[in-house]
């Protein structure tokens, strides 16, 4: 199954975002969720019964968090991170005195990094409605070819925002991507109009790319990397989308005959087309979402695109999750197997969810963030296993939230 990353929305007004993405959820309203979101799903251990806590660079691990935490710092202490988690750590201001705290932690000293988690977390072992586990898949950066000319090979325009792409909320409270044409506000061109030319002309291309096989993988990776023929990296990062619903390639190959029913997986669906270039068009349009991106400093490229918390990823740290069952920035625990470099190897470290997936609901899935490059292409696509998942979240919120739910305070 491809990942279907849902990536940057929008910096400094992401986190604020959330309130016009989905309601606001504060504790009491979260606790109402209790018995289908979170607390039934998860239990209090702790971190002396964290497999392979001991053994992890947790300093690393620390830096992590203390640059997520310079994003936390800027934004409005009410701002939403979730509705998970009974209520505990959905809101920015339940993080910020953990964030002073790690600040005054000196710098590369795993033992002092780790006895700050310790003291100011408290680890609840997630579970899955299945009781098998969390899946851990895998998502990167792709690295394709391109020109800021269009020529050549070149021919394949990546697109900038357009600036009459808007938001607008209905009656009901339900958010809305399209135009306005005249007093009307109406829905977006597809991918099928935009491939024909509809946006054509109106001096919205970032560069050309080689294969639009390469860009449409881009885009439902929701950024990457172009390689300039004078070897130059311009990176782009997600910049809003058409408004269109997402339709996964994967399952229209299979209605269309093209692959077979469990033998679906990035590779498979790119090698096909690939493979068939008079009808890869026509396959990839019956997806008729369309990403938009922006260019990003490209001064160093040592760094991964920002994920939807706004801060840089981290390979092999970050993460992308549910925010109704773990709340954006917490600290997750992973425990698995992981394609590195070509080998499988276990993985007991700690990671921040700091990113979204539309394919990643409840605490059964979350996504692994790679990195960049072939290696991580290929990683990504191989990466499938099963695995255990904590989440950290601070004492005091936790303790809140617990308080709340078994006070009843705004239930229905």
């Known amino acids: 199954m491809i990942m279907k990353r849902v990536p940057v929305l929008a910096s400094a007004l992401l986190l604020c975002a959330c309130h016009n993405l989905a309601p606001q959820v504060g ?18 251990i702790s971190f002396s019964k964290v497999a392979g806590w001991d053994s992890d660079d947790t300093a690393q691990a620390l830096s992590v968090f203390v640059a997520e935490c310079h994003k936390l710092g800027s934004l409005p202490a009410e701002s939403a991170l979730g509705d998970g988690a009974g209520g505990a750590g959905t809101r920015v201001g339940d993080w910020l005195a953990a964030c002073d705290a790690a600040r005054r932690v000196a710098p590369d000293n795993a033992a002092a990094a780790r006895d700050f988690f310790q003291a100011w977390f408290q680890s609840y072992r997630i579970g899955t409605p299945d009781r098998q586990g969390t ?42 991507t399209g135009r306005r044409e005249g007093t009307k506000f109406v829905p977006y061109a597809t991918r099928a109009q935009i491939d024909g030319g509809a946006l054509a002309h109106h001096k919205l291309e970032l560069l050309w790319v080689a294969d639009p096989v390469d860009l449409f993988f881009m885009q439902v990776q929701g950024a990457g990397r172009v390689r300039l023929p004078n070897e130059q990296v311009v990176r782009l990062s997600f910049d809003g989308h058409n408004g269109q619903p997402y339709v996964p390639l994967g399952q229209v190959m299979v209605q269309k005959g093209y692959l077979e029913a469990g033998h679906v997986s990035l590779t498979a669906i790119r090698d096909w087309l690939e493979t068939h270039p008079a009808q890869a ?46 709340p954006l920035g917490a600290p997750v625990w992973i425990n698995t197997a992981v394609n590195a470099a070509g080998h499988v190897e276990t993985w007991k470290r700690l990671g921040f969810a700091q990113d979204l997936s539309r394919d990643v609901k409840g605490t059964g899935r979350v996504d692994l963030y790679l990195g960049w490059g072939p290696e991580a292409a290929q990683d990504a696509a191989a990466q499938h296993s099963v695995g255990q998942l904590i989440v950290l979240l601070p004492r005091k919120a936790a303790k809140e939230a617990v308080r709340d739910a078994a006070s009843g305070d705004g239930a229905s």
């Open 27 to 44: 504790p009491q309203t979260a606790a109402r969720h209790a018995d289908d979101r979170y607390p039934s799903k998860t239990r209090a």
């Open 135 to 176: 899946l851990f898949t895998g998502y990167y950066e792709p690295e394709i070819r391109g020109s800021l000319k269009r020529g050549g090979i070149y021919q394949t325009p990546v697109y900038r925002r357009p600036p009459d792409l808007q938001r607008t909320r209905d009656a009901q409270g339900h958010m809305h």
């Open 281 to 326: 068009r026509s396959v990839m349009e019956a997806n008729p979402n369309y990403v938009f991106f922006t260019e990003l400093p490209s001064d160093s490229t040592d760094v991964g695109t920002p994920g939807a918390l706004g801060v840089p990823l981290t390979p092999g740290r970050s993460l992308a999750v549910d925010r109704h069952a773990i």
